[in-house]
């Protein structure tokens, strides 16, 4: 019997360490067992410099004798190889590392299931939360499965189920039944089928909250318990983006939890402005929550403002690391439009956000979240693991309101599957230590807790009130109850039932309503209430982080140990729940003193405004809550061009103008810091040096990093360099600047840039969409070619660019655009433009002038049929 | 699979069949089967669920739901849409003893909640199946395994139907001596006799008999236990002994009358007529110019149905003493469809005569006839709280020299339970799941009921699971 690899790998890595010569030798692991991404990246991650997995070379020389590939024996191995290399790579970046030789021994992985024993003698100093198993139950496991084997009369595996369900196999949380079950409850709105649905699920044991015990000496009567309509105002379905799912589910669920005062969030993938207004019979097809993602997909000041809460998403539970993807095949015209990009484009939302790099930066975006949106809670998506307690707090002094505990469980059909099975703890460690670290540090009382992963139950939810949660997300539960079977096609767009895709032809087939929703949320609450009768409580507020009504079945006693996240009874006190929310305080920004009052006629009137004013630093989030109230009056639309002018001088400060709507026009004359322009809404910003200044302005800085992150549309010219990271997912706006940084116009979908000086290296990665003009031939070396081309200017272009000069020294009375424009020679410039934009922009053109009805999505299905 | 979007872009196709005129000349199975090319696009109509409900093995509101064997069949459906035969084929012999059997007469509780059925047609499994085995035997992927290591030990098993065969090939292949006793002169049990064979044709079930014969394991045919081969004896000769001898007692045709001659039980009609038809010999139950009539309109009632037509009957009548099902299926998916369906016996009938010949809510209340029936009263009834009660002034005469009795069965009959000396209450083997007692197991029918042929199949895997957990 061999052992396992991962264990004798490690074990031999953590003893030569311990002996001070895993130097002196490289390890090289040559065995039959590994055969999947993640195991290479354990192996690596745990001590192993090289891997030769042999059964995995044999089987592919197999398939090649019987004639499965389509490729010759060396190509297969050859491509294997790049492959498991190229995974390995992506897991590596994932975690924010560089190099293989970084990532050797490193040991950024976090155990649940070993016994501490194990993990100290083997895999020392990796996290281990729960206890688990030791060598004996190891080495039990590996005879089982030989043993199987040998039991074998052909040369067939098992089907064991582990991602597609198989009868009797690996125990799945959804199966027949229970999806059965939780349909027919949800749509016959019977209570009983439900509690079918959550006996099933008491059968198996799959989360750490199978194993608890919950105490029910002190039973209360089920009338003294609050009522379900208060209950489920704590309710939130998860995010699930508009793309990702149809219009048809995405309303759904915005219905149905709008009807009962609970809340669905949009997602990263933005909203449609027609469903800020109410339908005719009263429904409201608004997202309550509008979550902010690393790609800000269509996060405007009107998108902002029509939010009760907003979401900052750190990171997904499924796949922490990660930025949502949306393939190409499901970006049809009306989901580009609603994220501002381009159709049939795949959509990868960078892994960061650009504009948050420490914990200072997350205070600021909530900060101009906040002035987007006086009346929004804010609230800060996180995902268990460890450490998660200690990120906690930071964000709690960051100002946040809300923070979301995310479990590892909880997450896509569309994500890779290393991600599904590998990353992300369950919530209940994540959320029993940001409970614990919060209550700790005097910091419980600043913030609701909330968590989500598999929240199924009234048991789930009672066990997660206990280790400290008080607002709940469901996202499969309410996605089955409008009739998803769980298909786990999410990536495919052939969702059968309507549900995950945004195909026509499957979009007619959806049946769910929101009653069914509505239906699922109640029992749910209904369920929970029993519970709280029978832990005897009478709210949940008062319930809040009682771990001792916790404690471990007998029959897991050994087999895993809880104590660390039952542990700290001591601490509930009164201080250990949420209290209430503190209105945003900002009645000392500019923007309520100063620009509010002083622009209220030009905002009711046909009056116009200039405004005068000096500013310093100090100043953030500069003309963003002018916008948030402007947008209140009138939407996207906005006011007249130029109606509010103001003319700032000094140093403005961060996020000077943020989200900055249409009809209001900023400028600073001095310099400006750090994501100016940020989520730009149709304003124009203007940045020029003083005219007392003695530099070249085409030589120095005028403003800080990521300026016009998320830009969607409106203008802003720059006489002089932006940082770096200039217009990073610039999805309408037009940009002028007269150099940039480093990453300039990284994952830009839409708009224009004009560049009239040195680029910083890595232009234009991963770009999309739009078009980047750019002045100088020599700048032609730092464009990223991934995705865009580079291209001379034709006439249209010509044009293009002379308009944009024109108004830029019309903005910023600059004198070497000026001198630019007299010397203009077309063949100085190039543009830079994204691959798969070009052919649909050429492509709807043709469809238009064929007089196609929908020449978008005439192009949109041209264009996947190329793919 | 293979194709995501084949579910969107091939319809489901029914297999063409002969013209009712042509088929009922014989006694062949009457299907034609696909081209390849057509029978990749069925498999590719496969969506590969995520959660397949197909090999789902559940019971839903009493009824069995899903493939009872848990075949894997979104797995073979994609290797069949990849060309990949052989590798499918083993992937579905992992599961199904006989899929030759099961691909011809199972009615598909696979298909009946397959998800594609929610907003469409359903997934033809039972056709990629079937040609999964043709296939195999075709080509020659399915040689008897000679070399099986034995361990000794003697396991005899009773019947030679679907749940003995799949329980003697299931020891077999793990190594035990298995002897298969049959009281009939053909094995293969109601495979053989209660079958007819333009449903399942019998060369089928010979060639497997042949193939398990070659395995190793023994039949013995006419020997009837407890009476060729007494119980003590068998307890002595072996260390197991497994019953499948399914239900042989029928439920009990009380009308009046009932005793004439021309009244018989489906399954002798059927079991006389597939031997005469074997032996080459004329029907000794020959409906040949004769008005017909066919009492119980299941599975049974279709086969009486079709062997009376392509006899030659003047008419056939099939009195149905349930309510006629709704036109369409009225219960939600994934629950087993409840619309009535024309099998092939009825639609046979309905072309020949040219009208409906079902008549629900009906069934007899006296035969006529001196000696022999020559005409039958008939009332209707209502089924109200689990009883069936006249409905006034319904009764009617119609002709009728040949009344076929198919009421389905009731279990073991006493005679039976006498010959192998088992305690039986209401016709039922006394038992403890599987176990008789020390030495003996029953399963299959004879166990459960009267059910389907792949619940007996799953059932004889079970039962020898369960043999084999007993010597670990």
Sequence with gaps: ?867 | MGKNTGFLDYPRLNKQELSVEERIKNFFDFHIPFDEEKQKEQAARCMNCGVPFCQSAMKVNGRNVGCPLSNLIPEWNHLIYLGLYEEAYKRLAKTAPFPEFTGSVCPGLCEACCSCSINGDSVGVKANELFLIDQAFKNGWIKPNKNIVRNGIRVAIVGSGPAGLSAAKHLNDRGYYVTVFEKNDRFGGLLMYGIPNMKLEKSIVERRIRLLQDEGIIFVNNTKIGVDYSMENLRNDYDEIIFACGTSKARPFTAKGNDKKGVYYAVDFLTKTTKNLLDEKKFEINCKGKDVVIVGGGDTGNDCVGTAVREGAKSVTLLEIMKEPPETNTLPWPNYPNGKKTDYGVFEANTVYGKDIRRYQTTVEEVLGEDSVNGIVIKRVNFVAGKFEDIPDTKETIPCDLLVVSMGFVGTSEEDSDSYEMKAEKNRIQLKGFAYDDKISVCGDMKNGQSLVVIAEKDGIDCAEYVISKHK
């Design chain 1, 1 to 867: 019997m061999a052992i396992p690899s991962l264990l004798v790998a490690s074990a031999l890595h953590q003893h030569l360490t311990k002996m001070s010569m895993r130097t002196h030798v490289s390890i090289v692991l040559e065995a039959a067992e590994p055969r999947e991404i993640h195991h290479y990246a354990a192996l690596i991650g745990f001590g192993v410099n090289a891997i030769c997995p042999y059964l995995v070379y044999e089987t592919i020389e197999e398939y090649h004798k019987r004639g499965y590939l389509k490729t010759g024996l060396k190509t297969a191995l050859k491509n294997y190889n790049e492959g498991a290399l190229k995974a390995i790579c992506k897991i590596i970046s994932k975690m924010g590392i560089s190099t293989i030789q970084s990532y050797l021994g490193a040991q950024i992985f976090e155990c649940i299931g070993l016994s501490d024993d194990v993990i100290g003698e083997y895999f020392t100093n990796t996290p281990n939360s729960i206890g688990g198993i030791g060598l004996k139950e190891i080495e039990a496991n590996y005879i089982k499965i030989y043993e199987k084997a040998q039991e074998r009369g052909d040369d067939t595996l098992d089907s064991i189920g582990l991602h597609g369900y198989r009868n009797r196999e690996q125990e799945h949380i959804y199966d027949p039944l229970s999806i059965m079950y939780l349909q027919s409850a949800c749509q016959t709105g019977n209570y009983d089928d439900y509690k079918k649905f959550t006996e099933r699920l008491s059968d198996k044991v799959i989360n750490i909250r199978d194993t608890l015990n919950l105490e029910f000496s002190n039973p209360i009567a089920l009338d003294e318990v609050e009522s379900v309509d208060s209950i489920v105002e704590r309710f939130k379905t998860g995010a699930m983006s508009y793309g990702s799912i149809s219009k048809e589910a995405h309303e759904c669920m915005a219905i149905a939890m709008n009807r009962l005062h609970a809340k669905s969030n949009t997602g990263e993938g933005g909203e449609e402005r027609e469903r800020f207004t109410l339908d005719a019979n009263g429904d409201n097809r608004s997202s309550a929550i509008k979550q902010v993602a690393s790609g800000r997909f269509g996060v405007t000041i009107e998108y902002l403002t029509n939010a009760k809460e907003i979401q900052i998403k750190m990171a997904q539970g499924a796949k922490p690391g990660e930025g949502g993807q949306l393939p190409g095949s499901k970006v049809f015209p009306w989901i580009a439009k609603a994220r501002h990009s381009t159709p049939g484009v795949s959509l990868i939302s960078p892994p960061p956000h650009h504009d948050i790099y420490s914990i200072e930066d997350l205070a600021q975006l909530i900060f101009d979240l906040k002035n987007a949106n006086r009346e929004a809670r804010i609230s800060v998506k996180l995902v268990a693991e460890a450490g998660v307690g200690t990120i906690a707090a930071g964000v709690v002094k960051t100002g946040a309101n809300t923070i979301l505990i995310s479990g590892y469980d909880g997450g896509t059909g569309a994500s890779p599957r290393t991600s599904i099975y590998n990353a992300g703890i369950p919530w209940e460690i994540g959320l029993a230590e940001t409970h614990q670290t919060l209550v700790m540090n005097g910091l419980r009382d600043r913030v609701r807790l909330e968590t989500d992963g598999k929240l199924l139950t009234g048991r789930d939810l009672a066990v997660a009130i206990l280790l400290g949660a008080e607002e709940f997300g469901f996202a499969t539960g309410p996605l089955i109850a409008m009739g998803c079977i769980m298909m786990r096609v999410c990536n495919l767009n052939t969702c059968p039932v309507g549900v995950a895709t945004q195909d026509e032809r499957l979009r007619a087939r959806f049946k769910g309503k929101p009653e069914y929703v509505m239906n699922f949320m109640r029992f749910i609450a209904m369920e929970l209430r029993e519970y709280m009768a029978l832990l005897g409580f009478r709210t949940i507020d008062e319930m809040v982080g009682h771990t001792e009504l916790l404690s471990l079945k007998k029959e897991f006693k050994g087999r895993i140990d809880p104590k660390k996240i039952l542990f700290n009874q001591n601490v509930v006190n009164k201080d250990s729940i949420f209290k209430a929310y503190k209105m945003n305080s900002l009645e000392n920004t500019i923007d309520y003193r100063v620009l509010l009052p002083l622009s209220k006629e030009a905002m009711n009137g046909d009056m116009s405004k200039i405004i005068d004013i000096e500013i310093s630093n100090v100043n953030r989030s500069f003309g963003t809550l002018l916008s948030n109230e402007i947008t209140k009056m009138y939407g996207e639309t906005g006011l007249k061009d130029d109606k509010i002018i103001i003319n700032a001088t000094g140093n403005a400060g961060n996020s000077f103008g943020a989200f900055l709507t249409k009809g209001v026009s900023i400028s600073v004359t001095g310099d400006a810091n750090d994501y100016l322009g940020k989520g730009l809404s149709g304003g124009k910003i203007a940045v020029m040096p003083s005219p007392s200044a003695t530099f070249d302005s085409s030589e120095n800085i005028i403003c800080g990093n990521v300026a016009l992150y998320g830009a969607t549309s409106g203008e802003c010219y720059l006489d002089g360099i932006a940082g770096e990271r200039f217009g990073v997912r610039n999805s309408g706006a037009k940009i002028v600047s007269l150099g940039c940084g480093q990453h300039g116009l990284e994952y830009m979908t839409g708009g224009t840039a004009l560049i009239l000086g040195k680029i910083g290296r890595n232009f234009a990665a991963g770009m999309s969409g739009g078009v980047a003009y750019v002045y100088g031939l020599d700048n032609k070396a730092m464009v990223n070619l991934e995705l865009a081309k580079i291209l001379p200017l034709n006439a249209e272009d010509v044009e293009n660019v002379k308009t944009l000069m024109a108004e830029h020294v019309k903005r910023t009375s600059s004198k070497k655009v000026a001198n630019l424009i007299e010397t203009f020679d077309k063949d100085d410039y190039f543009k830079v433009l994204p691959n798969d934009y070009a052919k649909m922009v050429s492509l709807i053109k043709k469809h238009t002038a064929n007089g196609d009805s929908n020449p978008e999505l005439a192009a949109f299905n041209e264009f996947m049929e190329g793919c």
